[in-house]
């Protein structure tokens, strides 16, 4: 297994001092990926550079094909970079490590088994493995989730710098989807310390009031949650009590998985 | 090995160097930096310097041997772009139940650099598969999406583009000549869908129609694809309404996304 030593930037070339040119670039290319179409102007508002600075870029990344200009709306970025980015090995390494304890897990818990990853304020699930059962989940429950209504959404916030969490709560309104969803900032974080501390997250009817689910965090090598592994089912057979005895076989999946992915305990 | 890229005039060279240095990691997987230096013919200390930035910046890591991987990041950005243009949110619901009904692998692509380009997929059931084509391109000239692509192009576009393309023969059903391919298209803009008659792999047929009205890609096509010996003509005919049935209701989704 692979081992990282790479627990920060410190030990890591230190004799090197940072491309700022390069930092710029990828600091437009993220401010892209978030607001695009944009306006250069907006880009230089915001990014704090220089309109020349941000001209000088975007025209680096049009000539490289990562960025386009979308007609009088501004910039945005392309799908090469959508490639190329679907060609991160970690993607499929993670999948791969997860797949066979997913669908272990599937078989024990016989309920939907969820990979999630976090992106911006919405959890994805990225794989699932289904239950036999004829009740099912429904196919055309979306497969976003809103990062306050679901178990692994908890769990990415959990290990997060208390005002780092609150912060991303406070980015937009905390939609209640039902009676049970979390609403407020100050009965989220109430909820990530009990899930910290227990080392799971629970969500009992919050997404949805057909839908429990519990969800584990799987760690990388630097201690962050990068991925969940949850388990789900309706809620009226995925019961508190079906979850708490399967809890403990999840935890086990998510741990093995943490571990391959470099995580020393 | 892809060549490195000329940086004429008012061009950050390097952001090029770096940008060359992230293409070439995905290509790799795991590299040495010792790898980079020779392949990209750049010195030893701009390639410190740039993996330094770029592991700053969060797009690669480092393991305990000395070489470097790309991380997440590039995949969180890389998935706004088909999230942008709508392609996501307003089709994903739709094609899993096309696929939860029909029992068969839904794809979804668009025309992009002359292939199809997959922005999404959905798969039937139980155990994940082991192919992942989101992400990934093929020809347009033997894929039902391809097809379906290349017939929404106006005449003249098409016959450029069809004259681009390489034809590579993949089965003994592939089309391979310009006239013949082209007849095919004028066929499939008729009818409004096409066939994948085993053109890209004997053991797979397709069937795909158009999706209109995405802002920025125009149209995108949507398919099913399944075992030769499942997916038959006959079941082909029987799975079409369907098709276009759940086109309709993506084309729906998006005249709601626009005008929300």
Partial sequence: ?265 | MKSKREAPGNIASTVVTAVDILEYIADRGKVYPRDITHDLGLNRSTVHRMLYTLERLNYVDKYADGRYRLTFRLFEIGNTVPHSYNLIDTARRELLELSHITGFTVNHGINYADQVLYVDKATPAAYLQLDRSVGESEPLHCTSIGKVLLAHLEDQELKETIDRLALTPYTPNTLVSPDTLYNEIIDVRKNGYAVDRQELAMEVRCVAVPVHGHTGANVSGISVSGPEDQLTLEKIERVLPTLQATAARIERNIRNAISA
């Fill in chain 1, 1 to 265: 297994m692979l081992q990282h030593t790479n627990d920060g930037s410190n030990n890591s070339t230190p004799k090197y001092s940072p491309s700022t040119t390069v930092q710029k670039a990828f600091r437009i290319l993220e401010f892209l990926s978030i607001h695009q179409p944009v306006k250069p102007s907006f880009i230089a508002e915001k990014l704090k550079l220089t309109r020349t600075n941000v001209h000088r870029l975007l025209a680096t990344l049009i000539e490289i094909g990562y960025v386009t200009k979308d007609e009088n709306r501004g910039y945005r970025l392309t799908f090469s970079v959508f490639k190329l980015g679907s060609r991160v090995p970690m993607s499929q390494d993670l999948k791969e490590i997860a797949k066979p304890l997913m669908i272990e897990l599937g078989r024990i818990a016989n309920e939907n088994v969820y990979l999630t990853v976090l992106y911006g304020r919405m959890v994805i699930a990225i794989e699932e493995v289904r239950s036999h059962h004829h009740l099912s989940m429904n196919p055309d429950i979306t497969y976003t989730y809103p990062i306050h209504t679901c178990a692994s959404g908890k769990n990415f916030l959990a290990y997060l710098p208390e005002e780092e969490a609150a912060q991303i709560l406070s980015q937009g309104v905390l939609e209640k989807r039902t009676e049970n969803t979390f609403t407020t900032v100050e009965a989220m974080q109430e909820e990530l310390k009990t899930t910290r501390e227990r080392g799971f997250a629970t969500e009992i009817r919050e997404f949805s009031d057909d839908l429990n689910s519990y969800s584990a965090p799987i760690f990388d090598y630097q201690g962050k949650v990068v991925a969940n592994m949850s388990i789900s089912g309706p809620s009226i057979r995925a019961t508190p009590e079906k979850l708490d005895n399967l809890v403990g076989v999840l935890l086990e999946k998510t741990r093995s998985i943490s571990q391959q992915l470099g995580r020393s305990e």
